[in-house]
Structure formats: C-alpha cells, structure tokens
C-alpha cells in the first residue's frame, strides 16, 4: 500500500521569511504521528501545504500520491488550529453541511459523541464557549471516515477530562489504513498514544523516531529529549 | 457540489433578505392603506386631508423610503460580507477544505449574489405597483409600451424586443462585472497581513481608477485615429444604439473574465488565511 | 488495577510487565479470553499499535495465546505462569537486595533482617483482635 503522506524537499517561503526548508517525509498509513516543535516553527505551515490551503514554493507534496486538490479534500479529515465556528449555524445545522459536503461522514457518531460531552444539538455555533467550539470541531473532524487525520493543537484549550475524551476518540477511531498526524507543542499529554514522532525546528525536520525508540536511545520520555533538544 | 454550495449559501443570505423583504411588503401594505382609507387626496394639490393622517402617512412613507435604500445598502453589504467573510477570515478553513474547486466557490458566491439583487429589484418594483395601483389601468400600460416601442421602431429601425434583449444583456453583464469586481478586490486585500478590509477597498479604488483611465485614453484615441468620422459616417442612429450596448455588453464581458480569472488565480495560489 | 506508565521507559515493555502482573497475581486466570488490543489500548491510554506489539512479544514468551477466530487468551499451562512468576520474584528480591547493600546492610544481616520482622509480623497476627 502507498503512503498516505509524501513530502519532498518541500519548502514554502512568505516573502524573504522561509517557513519551511526542504523537508522530506514520508508518513505510512496505520500510524499516529506526533508532530512536535516550538512555535513558529513551521508545523501549522506544514499541515496547511498538505489540505492545500497553501501551494509549495518549492518541492512537492502527495497525499496518496496525488497532489493536494479536490481528490484529495476528500480523505484529509483537517482540524485547523483556528476555530471556524463563528456563524449563525446551530451544531445540527453544521452536522447537515458535514453530512452534505463529506459522504465519509457518520452523523450518528457525531451526535453520539455530542451527547457524551454534553453539548446541545440546538445550540448556536457563535454562542459556545472557546472550549466547546473546540469539542465540536473535533467531534465533526473524528466523524469522518478518512484516510488521513490532520490535527493541529487539537488540546490546547480543553479541560483534562475533555483531553482523556479527545485522545480516547482518537485511539477508537484508529483504523488500520488511515493515518493521524497531530501537531503539538504539549507532548507530555499525549506521548502514550504516539507511534512515531517528528521533531521540527526552525523549518526542517531534526529528528524522526518512534517513541519507544527515543525511550531505549535516551532513557527519557520524548517530552524529555523535547525539552532537551529545544531548550532556550 | 456546486449544487450543495448554492444551497448553503441561498440558506446562509435568505435568513438575511427574507425579513427585510416581509418588513417591506409590510410596510407598503401599511402605505397604500393609509394612503386609500386616511387620505385618498394626499397627491391633490387642491383639497386638503386630515392633517393627522397625514402625518401618519408622511411618516410610513418615510420609512418605506428608509427601508427601500437599507435594502440596497443590504444587498451590497451582503455580497461583500459573504465573499470576504466565509472564504477569507476563519470561515475559510472550513470552505477551502471542502472537497469542492474553487470555481465552484466563485460561481455559487456570484448566482447567488446576482439572485438577490435581481430579487431586490424586483420586490422593489412590486411595492411600488402595489403603491400605485389604482392610479392606472392595465391599459394604460399596454398602450405606454406599444407606443414606445412604435417609435423605436420608426426612428431607431429597431425592434422593441431586440432593444430590450440586448439592454437587458448590457445590465446583466453589468452586474456580473461590477460584483466580479468587488470579489478582484476582496481577493487582493487578502493578500495583505494587516488591514485587509482596507487593503480590500483600495484595491477596488485602484481598480475603478485604472478603468477610468483606460477608457479616458480609449475615448482620447478615437479622434486620433479618426474614428469619430467612422461613427458619424454610420450616422444610421441605429447602429449608433447598437454599437453603444453591444460595445458595453462585449466590455462588460471582457471585464469579467479579467476580474473571474484574477479572483480564481488568487484564491488557488495566494490564498493566505490569517 | 490502574495502568500506570511512567515516562522514561519504552511503552511497550511497561505494558508486557503489567500485563504478566495481572496474569501472575491471578486478575487474569488462566484460559480467560483478553479484550481486543483496541479496547486495551484504550483502557490504557495507549497506541494501539505499540499495544499490538506488547502482546505479540507475550505471545511469544507463551503467556498468551491466539485462537485465529475469536481472540487472545491467557495461556492454562499453569507451568508457563509459574516460571513468569518466579522471575518476577526473582527480579524483586533481586532489587530489593541492591538498595539494601545500597544502606550498608550485608547480605546476612539484610537476611536475619528479614526474619525479625517475619517474627514481628506473627506476633501481630496471635492477636489480631486484642484492641
């Protein structure tokens, strides 16, 4: 089977600023992958050349071995860092345009899960809390059927029970050809459910290892070597 | 998809219309009746109404008046609002991931947009025969029209439905024109890191300016090249009206592929969330 | 019984200790079938994937078993647990004695140690209702 994921000697620059610098990964299916770095380091840039709300500079990258488009829309189930939730909609409104827009997605596993977290199905989208519209994206992000996961910081600003939830979800929803990429800078969280991990600073990729890999190397958890590596 | 586009975004703008519309249709209903029971004579120089009445109507005329122009004022906002707002601001996470082209984006965004300021127009018209009404007959109308299309036909050697085919054309590409220019600028401003709405609506004054422009130079170069002798030796005043609205139409046009193209080109390769 | 994975140690070695734990102390008897690797791995907070990979090295050590039908089951060769248990054990005492010796304690004297609190421990238990 292919790899869900292909990037070579990607670079994508803003002007003078390079945000990325040849990068080249490549990203099986069956995975969860932790993409860890500072801010600023260029994974929010990353994820964004792969739903194709950016185009390369330079280099290419392929999500199935197709380019970023339409095709590929289709499988990348992306949760921006952003929230998006700020219109008139209810939750039951944005579940139909899901349901409309995404054949993958599975409704029932979406109201299902909106029920263990307590939200209201008739409950305005602009009236939620910061944390909720979060549970909500997620929710609606998790209910698809993909191929590929793109999630990024998807635990910065929910409570910890909600986060075991979140991670829990993320855990079932696990399918053997479906991969999940989770950007982060909160590693101690969510290190447990981590295959594999890529460190990126300052634009490029300086370290890929599986946890458990970076446990028997250097007898620290990859929170550890994280502080280690990027310490100021 | 562009079918399930138009359908959100004909849900996402009706809920803002649809009560203006109901607001206005009410309140012409108000006018006419006020008008018919309180003072039939208001428009009659020579007798005089209730003055009470009207004040009153002086007043729901005023706010008829007031709710017509908030209803333009509306459908442009709108247009803008929905352009910049779902596809350039946080919205746009949610929209450019959809498993949809661009130009789906752009075209659902323009029928929709058209829709509604044909819309407009036309409920504007309604309440204004609702007004009238009973101050003609449908006679008087009939008779207006085949006396003006009459002489169009004696002078201008033009039938009145051409006439009107090729006029309704010149405003429809107009109207695309103008809203495909609007997007040109939207899309232009969003290049910007900071201040985009601004950045948004110098562009648009840039790109009035520079069309201005252009056509002051075009119409400099038409003695230039003599053809102000072509068009008088036409001297036919049909071809005159002819040249002048398919000459707009095919303008028109011309404008709309430019600011459509610029707009997708711009949304595919420089598209920059904040 | 809690799932507890500390941070420096590889995942899936924590979690072929914990499970030989349950199994050795008898939460898991033997011939019980196993949830699936998803459910453990959720249970606790795992990767599926590295979970996967800690029972497959059980498997090969002969305390679990796959029926390819229906599942994994803890092993009924009550000899193969026994042995797991006695290098536990092993493993323990072995620990136990370094940080003994690490306070100073010669081996006999960690020993004779050992029996004064054995004998403390039976005084306790000749009355156990005395208060």
């Known amino acids: ?232 | 998809m562009l079918g399930k586009l138009l359908k959100h975004e004909l849900k996402a703008s009706g809920r803002i219309f649809l009560p203006i519309y109901a607001v206005l249709l009410l309140l012409t209903i108000v006018n006419k009746l006020v008008l018919s029971l309180g003072c039939p004579d208001f428009f009659n120089e020579e007798t005089v109404s209730h003055p009470v009445m009207e004040m009153i109507f002086a007043i729901t005329l005023l706010l008829y008046v007031a709710i017509v122009v908030a209803l333009s004022v509306m459908t442009l906002v709108v247009i803008v609002q929905r352009f910049y707002k779902n596809l350039f601001t946080d919205e746009g996470y949610l929209m450019f991931t959809l498993p949809v082209k661009t130009r789906d984006h752009i075209i659902s965004k323009l029928l929709i947009a058209m829709l509604w300021t044909c819309v407009s127009g036309v409920v504007i018209t309604i309440t204004i025969l609702i007004l009238s009404w009973g101050t003609f007959t449908w006679m008087d109308v009939t008779q207006a029209y085949s006396m003006l299309s009459q002489q169009v036909e004696t002078q201008l050697h033009l039938s009145m439905g051409l006439l009107i085919f090729e006029a309704a054309l010149m405003m429809i590409t107009e109207i695309v024109a103008s809203i495909l220019m609007i997007y040109i600028a939207i899309a232009l401003g969003q290049l910007f890191n900071q201040h985009r709405i601004i950045a948004a609506f110098g562009a648009y004054v840039v790109i009035s300016v520079a069309l201005q422009f252009i056509f002051s130079i075009a119409m400099l170069l038409i003695p230039v090249f003599n053809l102000d002798y072509t068009f008088l030796s036409l001297a036919d005043p049909t071809e005159v009206v002819q040249w002048f609205l398919n000459g707009t139409t095919a303008i028109n046009l011309l404008l709309c592929a430019a600011f459509y193209f610029g707009t997708q080109y711009i949304m595919k390769n420089k598209l920059n969330l904040e | 019984m809690k799932w507890n994975i500390d941070s420096d140690r590889p995942i899936y070695k924590q979690l072929i200790e914990q499970i030989e734990y349950r199994i050795v102390s008898g939460l898991y008897k033997p011939g019980d079938k196993l949830s699936s690797v998803r459910e453990l791995a959720m249970d606790a907070g795992v990767n599926p994937n590295t979970m996967q990979k800690a029972l497959a090295e059980l498997e090969r050590s002969g305390l679990v078993f796959t029926v390819r039908t229906s599942g994994r089951y803890i092993t009924k060769e009550i000899k193969v647990i026994e042995e797991v248990k006695k290098t536990i054990a092993f493993d323990e005492i072995e620990r136990f004695f370094e940080k003994m010796q690490s306070l100073g304690y010669t081996k006999r004297e960690i020993i004779s140690l050992i029996e004064t609190d054995k004998e403390r421990g039976q005084e306790n238990d000749k009355h156990p209702n005395s208060n």
């Open chain 1, 1 to 232: 089977m292919t790899n869900i994921l292909t990037a070579t000697d990607l670079s994508k620059s803003f002007g003078k600023k390079e945000a990325l610098k040849n990068i080249s990964l490549e990203i099986p299916r069956g995975k969860i992958i932790g993409l860890l770095g500072p801010n600023g380091s260029g994974k929010t840039t990353f994820i964004k050349l792969v739903t194709g709300l950016l185009v390369p500079s330079a280099g290419e990258i392929k999500v199935n071995d197709l380019d970023p488009g339409v095709e590929t829309k289709k499988i990348v189930s992306y949760l921006p860092e952003r929230t998006y939730l700020n219109s008139w909609m209810k939750i039951d409104d944005i579940l139909s345009f899901f349901e409309d827009f995404y054949p993958d997605f599975n409704r029932i596993k979406a109201q299902n899960m909106m029920q263990d977290l307590e939200l209201n199905s008739n409950d305005r989208l602009k009236t939620l809390s910061k944390g909720n519209k979060e549970k909500v994206q997620l929710i609606l992000v998790m209910s698809r059927d993909a191929d590929l996961y793109l999630l990024d910081e998807p635990i910065g600003g929910v409570d910890p029970a909600a986060r075991d939830y979140i991670l829990n979800t993320i855990i079932t929803n696990y399918q053997e050809n479906a991969s999940v990429i989770i950007s982060t800078h909160l590693i101690a969280d969510i290190e447990q459910v981590l295959d594999e991990v890529v460190f990126i600073s300052k634009g490029q990729v300086a370290l890929t290892a599986s946890v458990d890999e970076i446990r028997e190397e250097h007898h620290q958890s990859v929170d550890g070597l994280f502080r280690e590596v990027f310490k100021c």
